[in-house]
């Protein structure tokens, strides 16, 4: 089955701590992205990926890094510095940028 | 700011009413998606239009692009329609993001 998987589906950390989120494709897409989604707003692009070993920010990177070592790998890093971490974390991927995008099931995480 | 505007935020409806929701964008774009976010968070794909109209099952998108706005349309509404629908439109000055509406949601009641 081809599609887009993310881990863990909850995630609890305390506050001061780096927490990675994982997301793997294999519908052998080039591009892929992460957003956060809160309460009452739209989705909002942390970062996206063209192409292997190449990513750009997007609207809200500030306390977020992330790498592209592999095609079918796109892991987010929220580190400490990222003032209110606690949110849903949705990575997606499509075969080109402004295509249609596949989203994976998510990520809640929640810091204390 | 805020580029795609959907209306209404919320809408309650009874099983088997016609559904339409409303999307609005101030950009030129390239393409329009019709997105569905399910209760648990999943989010799927329904429609990629740039212009007239799609259908699929009970579901129908339309877009007027002069008029920089989409409808969404559910005929013969089901509870298992209940959702979040998102409206999502790509600039056609960038073509690499997708500038989001913040959602409807929908709840159909037996």
């Known amino acids: 089955d081809g599609g887009i998987t993310q881990s863990p589906k909850y995630l609890f950390r305390k506050e001061g701590q780096n927490v990675t989120l994982s997301c793997e494709q294999n519908?052998?897409?080039?591009?892929m992205y992460w957003y956060r989604q809160d309460p009452g707003q739209g989705l909002r692009l942390i970062y996206y990926?063209?192409?292997?070993?190449?990513?750009q920010k997007g609207d809200i990177a500030e306390g977020y890094s992330v790498s592209r070592e592999k095609k079918e790998s796109f892991p987010l890093t929220v580190t400490s510095a990222q003032k209110n971490p606690t949110a849903f974390y949705l990575c997606?991927?499509?075969?080109?940028?402004?295509?249609?995008?596949?989203f994976g099931p998510g990520t809640r995480l929640t810091v204390t | 700011k805020n580029e795609v505007e959907q209306s209404p935020q919320n809408l309650t409806a009874q099983e088997g009413e016609f559904i339409t929701i409303n999307c609005s964008y101030s950009?030129?774009?390239?393409?329009l998606h019709w997105l569905q976010q399910h209760p648990g968070g999943g989010i799927v794909s329904l429609f990629m239009?740039?212009?007239g109209k799609k259908k699929h099952g009970r579901l129908i998108a339309t877009i007027n692009i002069q008029e920089k706005h989409s409808s969404l349309h559910i005929t013969a509404s089901h509870p298992r329609d209940s959702a979040v629908y998102i409206c999502?439109?790509?600039?056609?000055?960038?073509?690499?993001?997708?500038?989001f509406g913040t959602g409807t949601s929908l709840t159909v009641i037996p």
């Open positions: 997606a991927s499509s075969i080109g940028l402004g295509y249609e995008q596949y």
């Open positions: 519908l052998n897409h080039d591009a």
């Open positions: 990926s063209q192409i292997v070993n190449d990513f």
């Open positions: 950009v030129g774009i390239s393409a």
């Open positions: 239009l740039s212009s």
């Open positions: 999502a439109v790509v600039p056609s000055n960038t073509g690499n993001q997708f500038y």
